[in-house]
């Protein structure tokens, strides 16, 4: 959990057409109170937009329990919508770490005909491990479920990274989607 909200702040988690979501459900981390900025130097249409519906749209996803602890799933943009089911990358990443085999991962959208969207995971491997695509894919499947497990998985030997030292999505999937001439699946 990341706590509670603190005093004096609102938040809610919203979903895509700005409704509050239930307890347990997840939603987009919205916020009011006087901690948030009030946008953008310059940029109205970016403040907007990060205003719709009058809360501060973080683009963090997030749950609340029934005590009102707060638990930050993924990034908005990170999640990958396949045949209609929302999944979290960060979920899948968390399963990865688990294997013995893989040092780090990135899970995320490709095009797909069929679902949109299909997962797929770029995966480093521990000096002198072995693993094969197959056995990641099914160690997935056994722990999260099929919906959540990588339709591919690619094994590179670095992932990008950010200045902040954290695995740069935006260069993978314009890696992955640009010039994808194949489907996934």
Known sequence: SCGRSL???RVKLLDAEGAEVAVGEIGE????GPLVMSGYLDRPEETAKAFAGGWLR???MARRDAEGFLYLVDRAKDMIISGGFNVYSSEVENCLAQHPAVALSAVI??????WGEAVMAVV??????RASAAELIAFVTEHKG???SPKSVD?????PLTALDKVDKKTLRARYWQGLDRQVG
């Open 124 to 129: 480093v491997l521990k000096a002198d491990a």
């Open 109 to 114: 959208g490709v095009p797909h005909d069929k």
């Open 146 to 148: 099929v919906v959540q």
């Open 155 to 159: 094994f590179v030997d670095a992932l």
């Open 7 to 9: 005093p004096g702040n």
């Open 58 to 60: 973080t683009g963090d």
């Open 29 to 32: 981390l919205c916020v009011r």
